[in-house]
């Protein structure tokens, strides 16, 4: 096998990391490397930064016509599309996931950039009546110089969830993949490359969040950081942005209640609570990773949830008809594992999975058994922390106002769902949850069109949507004089 080698894109140049130093990138489905990556340094980031600060002073990409950005971006969302095979295999071969979740998120990111395509050429700004003889108006200018900051879990479509809004709103930006999962981030450069992008206005940088991250946070030349990732790291974010102030938009992490009421379609219920906590191996921010069912229905729906939780194929994600890959590295396998051992320290009942698998070929990889905690209480660590894995605990409610003070008991607000055919109860019980992305009677799905991100320790801010954009945008007020004449305000 040919391995990857990854070099960063600073100034339209691929070029090493100034200490020639190199990681290397791992398969999580056999643990065999397969690329290197240059590991960036402090001297590279600030390099990077002092460019995308340039090129944003010179205003090749910052003044041109909104039209004018929307047909790069309208090429590039072209170039993914061309490329959508070898994208979604890069994707499946670094992160695990399955060749058809992937197949959506490069899908998903070639219709993201032309959501923002056509939403940057649209008319906006607004003009107000006010008291005195003056025009006021509001126009929107681009913010400047974008740090942006993505996760392992979704290495292409977050990034382009990033990319796509700072792009089209004329920022310049210094870009920082995970370290885990660079090679379709690198790919993405390489469209960038092909249609032509002005030098300077989208930098790649690889390495550590440590070390990249960290620099990118603290720089007084960028002017906004949008990070996507853990709850500890985007408090750490926060204080390394102090230091000028910089514009924050931070997705952080979650601990989604799925609610299931005893008048919901069973079978339906059943189903989507799986897709919400196992697609992507439970890797996801808004899993559905407690599931509050009512206690009429309790033991009816934990038997056939394990039952069904057993079927899952789990497996390479590049073979056929797997439905589950592994777990993105095998550090955070090990923090996945110690989590069941917690659970079951704490006295949480384990009635299925829990284990690593090693068999059947997956020796190897990274792989761990869809898993089921019951008779777990609120207090739980697994009930309260992020385990960011294929691991579910199911509880039960008496009622409704049982199930919003469960739902809402823990620092976590991103997402949540109900499940219940009375509408009217459904709605009630969304609008108590405090979660800034909700569900009824379905569970992930996430649109261009809608925001994403999340109430209290889930993070602040939007992605996507009109909302997105606003993130990468500063809002200039004008007044102009209709009357101009000496204002008469001192003594002659």
Known sequence: ?????????????????????????????????????????????REAILIAKTTFESGIWSDIPPSERASYLFKIADKIEERAEELAELETLDNGKPLREA??????????????????????????????????????????????????????????????PALAAGNSVVYKPSEVTPLTPTKLFEIFEEVELPKGVANLVLGSGAIVGNEIAKSNLVDLVSFTGGTKTGREIMKSATGNLKKLSLELGGKSPNIIFADADFETAVDYALFGIYAGSGQICAAGS????????????????????????????????????????KEHMEKVLNYIEIGKNEGARLVCGGNRIRKDGLENGYFVEPTVFVDASLQMRIVQEEIFGPVVVIEKFKDEKEAISLANGTEYGLAGAVFTVDGAKALRVVKKLRAGITWINTFHNTYNEAPWGGYKQSGFGRALGTYGLDTFQEIKQININLQVEPIGWFSK
């Open 290 to 329: 407690r599931i509050l069912v009512e206690e009429s229905i309790y033991e009816k729906f934990v038997s056939r949830f394990v039952e069904r939780a057993k079927q899952i194929k789990v497996g390479p994600g590049n073979e056929p008809n797997v439905e589950m890959g592994p777990l993105v590295s």
């Open 1 to 45: 096998m040919e391995l990857h080698e990854l070099k960063m894109f600073i100034n339209g140049e691929w070029r090493d990391s100034q200490n020639k130093e190199k990681r290397s990138i791992y398969n999580p489905a056999t643990g065999e490397v397969i690329g290197h990556a240059a590991e960036g340094a402090i001297d590279d980031v």
């Open 103 to 164: 197949g959506f998120d490069v899908a998903d990111a070639a219709a993201c950039f032309r959501y923002y395509a056509g939403l940057i050429t649209k008319p906006d700004g607004v003009t107000y009546q006010v008291s005195d003889p003056v025009q006021a108006f509001v126009v929107r200018e681009p913010v400047g110089v974008c740090g942006l900051i993505v996760p392992w879990n979704y290495p292409l479509l977050l990034s382009v969830w990033k990319l796509a």
